[in-house]
């Protein structure tokens, strides 16, 4: 079984920092792409960062220069460096990914749990 957890959320004043880390365990071949996806209180959940095998990121233009998505292969864990923080901010902040199970083409798609982000004076 493959799981997503992420860590790293909490209370953090505007302006401030934060970085959030999803690790993904289970027995995986590799991780195709990763994503960070946000929801607020009475909002859709909106996709915030991507991260794909090729290296390529897309930003949600809300975090443009702001939010920065990067990989580390070894420890199967992507990162979101959340940088000058806004209050709009706030929301749980998921990862998902999806994830090569072996030779044979077999994928799975999941998300975690989630983790709190409350930018807040």
């Known amino acids: 079984q493959v799981q997503l957890v992420e860590s790293g959320g909490g209370l953090v004043q505007p302006g401030g920092s934060l970085r959030l880390s999803c690790a993904a365990s289970?027995?995986?071949?590799?991780?195709?792409?990763m994503e960070w996806h946000r929801q607020a209180p009475g909002k859709q959940r909106e996709l915030v960062a991507t991260f794909t095998s090729g290296g390529s990121t897309n930003y949600a233009d809300s975090v443009k220069g702001r939010f920065t998505i990067s990989r580390d292969n070894a420890k199967n864990t992507v990162y979101l460096e959340m940088n000058s923080l806004k209050p709009e901010d706030t929301a749980v902040y998921y990862c998902?990914?999806?994830?090569?199970?072996?030779?044979?083409?077999?994928?799975?798609?999941?998300w975690g749990q989630g983790t709190q982000v409350s930018v807040s004076s």
């Open positions: 289970g027995v995986i071949f590799g991780i195709n792409t």
């Open positions: 998902n990914a999806e994830v090569s199970l072996d030779l044979l083409g077999s994928t799975w798609y999941g």
